[in-house]
């Protein structure tokens, strides 16, 4: 399966890759699509056919028959499936085009703290093949510190914890780039995994992605809740002894203990990464604070856990969700003064 060429489209465009979301940002025009990185398949005569993108192909997941198959080509920030990746990236430039067609644009992409020589040219060579001009690379956490508002550029230290779908970066900044960082594969999807895992075997219930999504999102939290149960929650799911449907009520207090692992996992990389802080540094950081971008960043109380952890003062950014992708744009709009964040 080739992807066709993108076309006539002439905008710049800035793409936060993720696992659980990719974002575009036109320049000029700011985030115009956000939508969950999967795409649909469908085998036709020994090829494959896209059938859907984005949130049609993310609404199949666990529905398709054994000839279409709903998946996510990007893992860790990362590329997993070159030809599918790629398929995406047009479709999601495309989309976010409207269609229309005025020529190749120039296309700046969020890559993970660490990633490899292969993993950044399997990214940029995905880009070229969709249609792009001209593709440049920013580290995800220079990225977000961008968007956050950090003065990135400065000789001043900034700290950043992005917690995407599939993973989390920490990292500290300073004269436009990174000064020391660390990465772990745990982020949203970690969250989620563990609130399946929960149930199951706390209540012998088979609940899917999306539940624990739910669940996540509406009464998850990082800390217990001052009351005995805080809110609570009715779920739907198979009996794993009986086979059939079933509900339950579960507790806001019991999905704390459920991710509780993964929690203890951020905290912990967030203190390895203070204990590597050249002294000037540290005490930039504890003027200013740490900055939480990201999906993850909203899960309830998560910064007082932080801030409860480092003695430091936590604060989440505006709109976290964007500010990878906003970051990245900016980059690509002003890069003769953020040069140096770009590759």
Partial sequence: MLPKILGMLSDDVAI????????????????????????????????????????EANRMIGRTPDAIRATRPIRGGVIADFEIAQEMIRLFVRKAHKGRRTGSPRIIISVPFGATAVDRRAIREAAETAGARQVFLIEEPIAAAIGANLPVTE???????????????????????????????IGGFSLDEAITGYVRHAHN??????????????????????????????????????????????????????????????IDCVRRTLENAEPELAADIV??????????????????????????????AEDPLTCCVRGAGIALEELKTLQSAVE
């Fill in 16 to 55: 936060d890759l993720g696992t659980a979301n990719t974002l575009v940002y036109i320049k000029g025009r700011g985030v115009v699509l956000n939508e969950p990185s999967v795409i649909a398949v469908m085998q036709d005569r020994g090829k494959e056919r896209v059938l859907a993108v984005g949130e």
């Fill in 155 to 185: 000789p001043t230290g900034s700290m950043v914890i992005d917690i995407g779908g599939g993973r989390t970066e920490v990292a500290m900044l300073s004269l436009g780039g990174i000064v020391s960082a660390r990465s772990i594969d």
């Fill in 205 to 266: 219930l088979l609940i899917g992605d999306a539940t624990a999504e739910r669940i996540k999102k509406e009464i998850g939290c990082a800390m217990p809740p001052p009351d005995s149960s805080g809110k609570t929650l009715e779920v739907r799911g198979r009996d794993l002894r009986s086979g059939i449907p079933k509900s339950l009520i579960i507790s806001e207090s019991q999905i704390t203990e459920a991710i509780a692992e993964p929690i203890g996992a951020i």
């Fill in 287 to 316: 003027d200013r604070g740490i900055v939480m971008t990201g999906g993850g960043s909203l899960l309830h109380n998560l910064d007082a856990v932080v801030a409860q952890a480092t003695g430091l003062t936590v604060f989440v």
